[in-house]
């Protein structure tokens, strides 16, 4: 079983649909995270959450909105999204302890293609 | 200018051959530096931490230059299943930047 788990891997929607995208981690830690990888362009980081408060919103329209209920568990729910939102979303999980000082664990990732 | 930059390649390779690459941050504050190795259609993983002394793992030497503001990768003996995208991440308390990636291609 791998430690960080997205569903689902693809994911096509037109930009009147509702989905959601969800990330299950069993390593135990108490930080996830979503990124968005685009082409050519840096991992942006879109939220965090510790202990499931979130912690960090880096200016993420309100059409993406994140859910964590536990500390293993966290959806992005997604509506009335744009083509330009058509990425590589990455779920992440880390063991915070007052910063960050160890490895990020990565999921396989949810490719989502808007039309 | 970006917070932290690097060279997106191609660096083309001849198996066995070495190569390096840096990374350079703009943060003065910034505490913790990390590479990752990113494969074709893959998710980020860990390749090593970056200390200030600097550190090797096998074939793989990581060096801080604080003064200069930048981190280097070297890989020596590289080898096909080198080829991947390395990511330089920088670590300011506990928000996490990532460059762009640098894509290394060696070929036989």
């Known amino acids: 079983e791998t430690g960080v788990t997205q569903t689902p891997r693809h994911l096509v929607m037109g930009m009147t649909n509702k989905k959601s995208l969800k990330c299950e981690q069993h390593?135990?830690?108490?930080?996830m995270y979503w990124y968005k990888q685009s082409a050519k362009k840096p991992l942006e980081l879109m939220f965090v959450?510790?202990?499931?408060?979130?912690?960090e919103n880096n200016s993420v329209p309100s059409r993406f909105s994140p859910e964590c209920p536990n500390s293993s568990h966290l959806f992005l729910h997604l509506h009335t999204l744009q083509p330009e939102d058509s990425a590589l979303y990455l779920c992440?999980?880390?063991?915070?302890?007052?910063?960050?000082?160890?490895?990020?664990?990565f999921g396989e990732g949810s490719r989502l293609t808007v039309l | 200018r970006k917070e932290v930059e690097q060279d997106p390649g191609p660096f083309n390779v001849p198996e066995g051959a070495t190569v390096a690459f840096n990374c350079t941050y703009s943060n003065s504050a910034s505490q913790s530096f990390f590479w990752y190795r990113q494969d074709c259609r893959k998710e980020p993983k860990l390749l090593m931490s970056v200390y200030s002394s600097g550190n090797e793992d096998g074939r793989f030497t990581a060096q801080l230059n604080r003064a200069s503001q930048y981190i280097s990768l070297l890989i020596r003996d590289s080898k096909l299943s080198d080829s991947a995208t390395y990511l330089c991440v920088v670590a300011a308390g506990n928000k996490l930047t990532f460059g762009g990636g640098t894509r290394v291609l060696v070929k036989p």
């Open positions: 992440a999980s880390s063991q915070f302890s007052g910063g960050f000082t160890g490895e990020l664990f």
């Open positions: 959450y510790n202990f499931k408060e979130q912690t």
């Open positions: 390593l135990g830690h108490n930080a």
